[in-house]
């Protein structure tokens, strides 16, 4: 199958190259794709689990369905976002299914436990990984990622309200524990 390059929307030539080779089953283009945005996609499953294994089997699954839906992909974003996506809904659904994650019940958190030893970034990264599961996914979509409330509502199942509310809740439960570490 070729892919016709008045159809797409701003994909370079190696991801065009990528793309086509993996419809195709190349082997060695599904492995350069990849190999291209797997530390990216890791980075982003273990922001939301909070576990490299469990970060680990969620990069496999995901880039398993990249792989059987490559020819689905319509070509309205880059490679790299529509990927993202994926390894997105499998992350949610992997907390899902583990029962991990918590349907963004209020709760009261204990900030005296949490005394980090370590520069600034790594402390910040510490604080926000450290937050209830359900907190830390709507924080990370929403301030990391950059995803919309009615995109994360519509990716978790939940309303647009729901998402407003749990990022003030993650952001509230932030500056509490960054006024602690820094007072």
């Known amino acids: 199958m070729e892919v016709s390059v008045d159809s797409v929307y701003d994909l370079t030539v190696e991801e065009l190259e990528l793309l086509e080779g993996c419809i195709n089953k190349e082997r060695l283009k599904q492995k350069r794709l990849y190999y291209k945005y797997c530390d990216a996609m890791f980075t982003l499953a273990y922001r939301i689990l909070n576990d490299g294994d469990e970060a680990n089997d969620v990069l496999q699954d995901a880039f398993l369905q990249v792989f059987q839906k490559i020819e689905q992909f319509r070509k309205q974003s880059s490679l790299g976002a529509w990927i993202k996506t994926i390894v997105v809904r499998t992350a949610i659904k992997h907390l899902k299914s583990q029962k991990l994650f918590d349907t963004f019940q209020q709760e009261k958190h204990d900030t005296s436990d949490f005394i980090p030893n ?66």
């Open 118 to 183: 370590d520069t600034d970034g790594k402390i910040l990264e510490k604080i926000i990984l450290s937050l209830p599961d359900g907190y830390r996914t709507i924080f990370i979509l929403a301030e990391v990622e950059g995803y919309k409330h009615r995109e994360i509502a519509e990716i978790l199942n939940i309303s647009e309200g729901t998402s407003k509310s749990q990022l003030f809740n993650a952001k509230r439960i932030l500056k509490e524990k960054l006024k602690n570490e820094w007072l």
